[in-house]
């Protein structure tokens, strides 16, 4: 089973409207969440960081949340638009920062914004 | 800056013939990585180098081989292909400074026969 579950798996809203996407984890211990944006046909590029300690981050129109007790993120995205359509990964990161291999990465969720 | 360079974009392999795929970052990166991404799964690290000389396994390291040529390079090879591979594959790096800021190069796409 995977650590990291994201939900729902794709999405389809209009353009301006908002949408919440989802991110369940189980790793523990846990050294902190990053939402990525990947463009189709593209790598993906970090949105936001946050520590176990955060709450809530924002970057321009994205606020991530985080409930470290109930092992959930959110990634809110605010009056969304046609360049929003993309996967949109959450990675969780184990306690031990230095091993590199203690990323745990979902399975994305496809948004798409239609006009 | 270049970022995350990746070749070749897209490739066809035949089971059983071999390749190597090409990263290269101009980021004057400590560590880079390799991944595979597969259809309703996160991204699964096949290897990693932590610095200039050193490779690990990652989670999912069968069939494949590594080579951290210098600081700039690190190149996966698969010896002999098989269907289970065809997949999008990401290389990224990061600095030792700011190890959790992953960048990403474009993918290579590669369909096995």
């Known amino acids: 089973k995977n650590q990291v579950e994201q939900s729902p798996q794709s999405l389809i809203i209009l353009e301006g409207k908002n949408c919440t996407l989802q991110?369940?984890?189980?790793?523990?211990?846990?050294?902190?969440l990053r939402w990525y944006k990947q463009d189709t046909g593209r790598g993906p590029v970090s949105l936001t960081i946050m520590t176990f300690s955060e709450n809530t981050k924002s970057n321009g129109r994205y606020t991530a949340t985080l409930d470290a007790d109930t092992k959930q993120s959110s990634l809110h995205i605010t009056a969304s638009q046609l360049s929003d359509s993309a996967s949109y990964i959450c990675v969780v990161r184990g306690i031990a920062w230095y091993n590199n291999n203690d990323m745990r990465f979902g399975a994305g969720t496809r948004l798409t914004v239609k006009p | 800056n270049a970022g995350v360079t990746q070749t070749p974009k897209f490739q066809v392999l035949k089971t059983g013939q071999s390749m190597t795929l090409q990263c290269a970052q101009d980021?004057?990166?400590?560590?880079m990585y390799w991944y595979r991404q597969d259809p309703g799964m996160g991204l699964r690290l096949i290897y990693y180098?932590?610095?200039?000389?050193?490779?690990d396994k990652g989670e999912v390291p069968n069939g494949y081989n590594v080579s951290r040529l210098n600081k700039r390079e690190f190149s996966l090879r698969l010896e002999s292909a098989a269907p289970s591979q065809t997949s999008v594959y990401f290389c990224?790096?990061?600095?030792?400074?700011?190890?959790?800021?992953?960048?990403f190069g474009p993918g290579t796409r590669l369909l096995v026969l």
């Open positions: 991110c369940n984890y189980t790793v523990s211990p846990f050294s902190n």
């Open positions: 180098s932590a610095s200039e000389g050193t490779t």
């Open positions: 980021m004057n990166h400590n560590s």
């Open positions: 990224a790096s990061t600095h030792r400074t700011s190890p959790e800021t992953q960048y």
